[in-house]
């Protein structure tokens, strides 16, 4: 509710809306409000001004962010996607968020590969339209064949989703070498084996959609899942520098490249932590509404970053805070990763 008023009073149609009714409404009108507010209709008029404002420069904030990740180009890319003709590729798309993108995916008619050491949900087996290969993308010699397997029996991918990811909750002191060497590969180093293996061909027909799932914790990072954060950060990290080489050493700003940050949503790898997170007060996301917007900025055919929930989206000036500000927010999850017999 706050966040829907919030939302009213910036919007620049609803104060220059209420600003012309002020002065150029009907006499009947402009007479009730001066009878009802009185000394306050120029308190109302000032505020009002100041909200369209601030709304006209969010506006112009937003569609120069928009320009800036299409790789300032502003024709977006819709007209070049036949879905029935695509195929998409998903790391870890047998659960959770995954497998609601590659239900979304299908309905439209994309062809989509499933890269995951875990089987395909029951529902996902008798689709004509989802490929099953088993695949631990940690190593770069089984994603190599994975891929072999891909451009075989699908043709060349011209979408790549890398969802998988993992969390192992525990301190610093807590994560063995093997822990950590898993959490890195899975959820950062696997990326640079996809995208080794599928940007080529995007690259020579010029076309193509990596979307890159990281999360809230790109941006802060809470006690008990280092770890997993400095994975995340790395992930943000690997989007922005793709995008950069894109531009200045591919010369294709054709492929759009979007950054997934999702706060904490309800799956198989939150589960264990669910009665922490809502004791910290945080409302938790359904993996549905996660899947909506991974594949809504594909179907879009645009880059973007996409924070979730919405209301969040001002985590990416996190590190602009001052630094008691960032703190307290970071405190807020101190307790979310201790797990309880």
């Known amino acids: 509710m706050v966040v829907s008023i919030a939302r009213l009073a910036l919007s620049p149609y609803m104060t220059g809306a209420a600003l012309l009714i002020l002065r150029y409404g009907p006499d009947s009108v402009r007479e009730e409000l001066t009878r009802f507010l009185g000394n306050n209709l120029h308190l109302l008029s000032t505020s009002l001004k100041w909200l369209l404002a601030l709304g006209l420069t969010s506006k112009v904030n937003s569609l120069l ?43 439209r008619g994309v062809k989509v590969a499933v890269l995951d050491i875990q089987p395909l949900s029951k529902d996902l087996e008798d689709s004509k339209n989802i490929h099953y290969y088993k695949c631990d993308i940690a190593s770069r010699e089984a994603v190599q064949q994975a891929a ?17 990811g993992m969390g192992t909750p525990g301190t610093i002191l807590d994560q063995s070498s093997k822990d950590l060497r898993t959490i890195f590969d899975v959820n950062l180093i696997s990326h640079f084996y996809t995208v080794q293996e599928f940007l080529p061909s995007m690259l020579a027909q010029r076309k193509g959609h990596i979307i890159s799932v990281a999360s809230l914790a790109s941006f802060a990072a809470a006690a008990g899942m280092v770890n997993y954060a400095c994975t995340k950060a790395g992930v943000l990290a690997f989007h922005e520098g793709l995008n950069q080489e894109l531009k200045h050493r591919f010369q294709c700003p054709e492929i759009k490249t979007t950054v997934v940050h999702p706060g904490w949503t309800r799956t198989n790898l939150t589960a264990p932590l669910e009665g922490n997170i809502k004791k910290a007060g945080i409302v938790m996301l359904d993996s549905e509404v996660v899947a909506d917007g991974i594949v809504g900025q594909i179907f879009k055919g645009e880059s973007a970053q996409i924070i979730l929930p919405e209301n969040m989206k001002n985590a990416t000036g996190l590190r602009g805070w001052p630094t008691w500000l960032q703190e307290l927010l970071r405190d807020k999850s101190k307790d979310i990763t201790v797990l309880t017999q």
């Open 65 to 107: 962010s928009r320009w800036a990740e299409n790789k300032w180009i502003w024709k977006n890319g819709k007209t070049a996607w036949r879905w029935e003709n695509e195929v998409a590729v998903i790391t870890g798309g047998s659960n959770g968020i995954g497998a609601h993108v590659v239900r979304r995916l299908v309905s």
């Open 148 to 164: 072999e397997a891909i451009r075989s029996d699908l043709g060349n991918p011209t979408i790549l989703i890398n969802n998988a």
